[in-house]
T-cell receptor, first 116, second 111 residues
Framework: SAVISQKPSRDICQRGTSLTIQCQVDSQVTMMFWYRQQPGQSLTLIATANQGSEATYESGFVIDKFPISRPNLTFSTLTVSNMSPEDSSIYLC?????????????FGSGTRLTVV | KQEVTQIPAALSVPEGENLVLNCSFTDSAIYNLQWFRQDPGKGLTSLLLIQSSQREQTSGRLNASLDKSSGRSTLYIAASQPGDSATYLCAVDNYGQNFVFGPGTRLSVLP
């Protein structure tokens, strides 16, 4: 299965600033997914990122707040913009195995964000 | 819309016990079901994946079963160890829908 390198692993940020999270995959994948996990909650899908097109956002998430880049088939970034304490969460990227002939989803190691 | 639930929400057992975690889903038209482990503040580690045509999968001390018709999956952990302490998440991959996660079961194995 694919191996994903996600960074930073954690950060503490000031209110009103932005943080960009990066995910690098060791193989080419068609779709990459970005999730948010708020404290004590399960994972919620933010958006699906396809190379060469705009990301598709889920209900409740907007591009101005969570801009996503997908410049090639192995890399994506998620930016959390104009942060507030409510954005404190774990952010995870994921790929599904279909692009590499495997089943199931693989996740990055997560970015633990605290906004103060 | 697919909904996934997990029981129990939390579980605390002494080391060495065998235990069962439960996952239920409302729409049986799934492509596959995957069990993950998550350590505090970390990402997800895939434990087992069961395709819709399969009934169970085994890896070491872990065994996962799938009953699509009843919308249930179980994760069996044999001879539990303190290192098994983590949150266990099940997730279903639906045809034409997103990957849907359950809320997780928080497991503590006491030495």
């Amino acid at each position: 299965s694919a191996v994903i390198s996600q960074k930073p692993s954690r950060d503490i940020c000031q209110r009103g600033t932005s943080l960009t999270i990066q995910c690098q995959v060791d193989s080419q994948v068609t779709m990459m997914f970005w999730y948010r996990q708020q404290p004590g909650q399960s994972l919620t899908l933010i958006a699906t990122a396809n190379q060469g097109s705009e990301a598709t956002y889920e209900s409740g998430f907007v591009i101005d707040k969570f801009p996503i880049s997908r410049p090639n088939l192995t890399f994506s970034t998620l930016t959390v913009s104009n942060m507030s304490p409510e954005d404190s969460s774990i952010y995870l990227c994921s790929v599904d195995g279909s692009s590499t002939g495997n089943y199931g989803y693989t996740f990055g190691s997560g970015t633990r964000l605290t906004v103060v | 819309k697919q909904e996934v639930t997990q029981i129990p929400a939390a579980l605390s057992v002494p080391e060495g016990e065998n235990l069962v975690l439960n996952c239920s889903f409302t729409d049986s038209a799934i492509y596959n079901l995957q069990w993950f482990r998550q350590d505090p503040g970390k990402g997800l580690t895939s434990l087992l994946l069961i395709q819709s045509s399969q009934r169970e999968q085994t890896s070491g001390r872990l065994n996962a079963s799938l009953d699509k018709s009843s919308g249930r999956s179980t994760l069996y952990i044999a001879a539990s160890q303190p290192g098994d302490s983590a949150t266990y998440l099940c997730a279903v991959d639906n045809y034409g829908q997103n990957f849907v996660f359950g809320p997780g079961t928080r497991l503590s194995v006491l030495p």
